[in-house]
């Protein structure tokens, strides 16, 4: 069994930060791409950054130059630093991890959500 458990969402002003975390944990043998996406009612998942096992970084136009993702691979976690947040940012943020099993077994793996609110 894998295991994704966000932290660090919360309630923030306009122009503030807020850092969110991700572990995960269970069978996991390696980890290829982690990111985050994020949701809203009424409107699809979308992605706001992605980050390959070797560093390589996506990130939604969205959030480019605010955002900034990174990953501690020796503690299987995923970070995103989010600055400037602005009221559009409000969303359930959800972590997401390509994980690799034994014997090469892959599985995509969620977390459950964290809700970060950004007033104006």
């Known amino acids: 069994q894998v295991q994704l458990v966000e932290s660090g969402g919360g309630l923030v002003q306009t122009g503030g930060s807020l850092r969110l975390s991700c572990v995960a944990s269970?069978?996991?043998?390696?980890?290829?791409?982690m990111g985050w996406y994020r949701q809203t009612p009424g409107k699809q998942r979308e992605l706001v950054a992605i980050?390959?096992?070797?560093?390589?970084?996506t990130y939604a136009d969205s959030v480019r130059g605010r955002f900034t993702i990174s990953r501690d691979n020796a503690k299987n976690t995923v970070y995103l630093q989010m600055n400037s947040l602005k009221p559009e940012d409000t969303a359930v943020y959800y972590c997401?991890?390509?994980?690799?099993?034994?014997?090469?077994?892959?599985?995509?793996?969620w977390g459950k959500g964290t809700l970060v609110t950004v007033s104006s």
């Open positions: 997401y991890a390509d994980i690799v099993k034994r014997f090469g077994a892959r599985m995509d793996s």
């Open positions: 269970g069978s996991i043998l390696s980890i290829n791409s």
């Open positions: 980050i390959t096992r070797g560093g390589v970084t």
